[in-house]
């Protein structure tokens, strides 16, 4: 393959190649670099508050309130498969019959509701903005914000990205409650485990810091979705195919760094 970096020819090199390596190290690294200048033109005073707010408040709606009805949809399933597994595979007579709602619990505090359900916004929300962008930036909408002397990226990105990461610890709170709320379901439409068991299980041994543990995981993973889906929609050029891998390139490097933020964050707060 002919290797080019900034327009500038490097080599003819194949897979496995250490000019290869380079090369592709070369485009990381620039990759990195114009993540981290675009997120400077983000992250300024806006020009217009008006507009800042109403942009805000248009996002909230979009990304937050229309997230709802998934969450709560999945989070109940959810809750109520956790407990029927737990239940199934915590039959034995020498564990106390409250395993399985402290069990429910804590998957649904540690992992699920925060981790699992930003995975999930990601192909969601991720896909929406890197779409929406890269739309704007192939008919050319970005440019004639920036011949007007509006910064695009701030106009932007800065109302999405806010707007997640308020709306995240929210939805969060929601999934906690509607999983257990699955999970009661369980106990109390089956036989599979009964009420007081449940409850006595969620209950038990309630630490209230896994709860901001899971919030702060979900606000860093909130900044991870849209910052990263707004910078390949930002950067999508071409035709309408580019918006596809704008798109598809958002979803699955937001879930990586997701990935990579959740064993990291798991080993300082924990």
Do not use: H
Not at 197 to 224: E, R, S
């Amino acid at each position: 393959m002919r290797a080019e970096w900034g327009g500038l020819y490097i080599c003819e090199c194949a897979e496995g190649d250490e000019d290869y390596l380079l090369y592709q190290a070369m485009r990381f690294l620039e990759g990195v670099g114009s993540y981290f200048l675009l997120m400077g033109k983000v992250f300024r005073l806006p020009d217009r508050q008006r507009m800042f707010w109403r942009q805000y408040s248009f996002e909230l709606e979009k990304q937050g309130l229309q997230s709802l009805p998934i969450v709560i949809i999945i989070s109940l399933f959810i809750g109520a498969i956790l407990t029927i597994q737990a239940k199934i595979n915590t039959e034995n007579p020498l564990l106390p019959t409250y395993t399985t709602g402290l069990l429910t619990r804590e998957t649904l505090l540690l992992e699920f509701s925060s981790t699992i359900l930003c995975l999930i916004l990601a192909g969601k929300v991720g896909s929406n903005i890197a779409s929406e962008i890269g739309t704007m930036r192939i008919t050319e909408q970005i440019d004639a914000l920036e011949i007007m002397g509006v910064n695009s990226a701030n106009y932007l990105i800065l109302p999405k990205i806010l707007a997640l990461v308020t709306m995240m610890p929210l939805l969060v709170i929601v999934s906690i409650s509607i999983g257990l709320v699955g999970g009661w379901g369980v106990g109390a439409f089956t036989d599979v485990i009964t009420v007081a068991d449940y409850l006595t299980g969620i209950q038990y041994a309630f630490n209230p810091y896994f709860i901001w543990y899971g919030i702060i995981k979900a606000v860093v993973f909130a900044y991870i979705i849209t910052s990263l889906s707004s910078y390949y929609g930002y950067n999508a050029y071409g035709g309408a195919l580019e918006v596809g891998k704008a798109s598809t390139n958002a979803v699955v490097r937001s879930s990586i760094l997701i990935l990579f933020a959740d064993l990291l964050l798991t080993k300082l707060l924990l």
